[in-house]
């Protein structure tokens, strides 16, 4: 099995700063993409950034120059470092990675989630 962890989310006020982490355990071989997503209340889930396994980033526009998505490969661990926090960055986190796993002799590439943290930017 495979857990992603998530930890980091709260309540901010705007302006603020938060950072959160999600760490991937269990029986991991190797892990490519990792990335952070967002679900606004009432909105669709969206890729907020995403970061290769060399250290490719991408933002969505709308977080670019506020927002850095880091990792630790030897740590199996993503971060995203959220600076000068708006309302409208009010949402649940998701992180994301696509793990690769043997079962019995054979690679298995999935994509996994973890379960969500809170970020809430409120006065």
């Known amino acids: 099995q495979v857990q992603l962890v998530e930890s980091g989310g709260g309540l901010v006020q705007p302006g603020g700063s938060l950072r959160l982490s999600c760490a991937a355990s269990?029986?991991?071989?190797?892990?490519?993409?990792m990335g952070w997503y967002r679900q606004a209340p009432g909105k669709q889930r969206e890729l907020g950034a995403d970061?290769?396994?060399?250290?490719?980033?991408n933002y969505v526009d709308s977080v670019k120059g506020r927002f850095t998505i880091s990792r630790d490969n030897a740590k199996n661990t993503v971060y995203l470092q959220m600076n000068s926090l708006k309302p409208e960055d009010t949402a649940v986190y998701y992180c994301?990675?696509?793990?690769?796993?043997?079962?019995?002799?054979?690679?298995?590439?999935?994509?996994?989630w973890g379960q969500g943290t809170q970020v809430t930017v409120s006065s």
């Open positions: 994301n990675a696509q793990i690769t796993r043997v079962l019995a002799g054979r690679a298995n590439v999935d994509v996994y």
């Open positions: 269990g029986s991991i071989f190797s892990i490519s993409a």
């Open positions: 970061i290769s396994s060399g250290g490719i980033t």
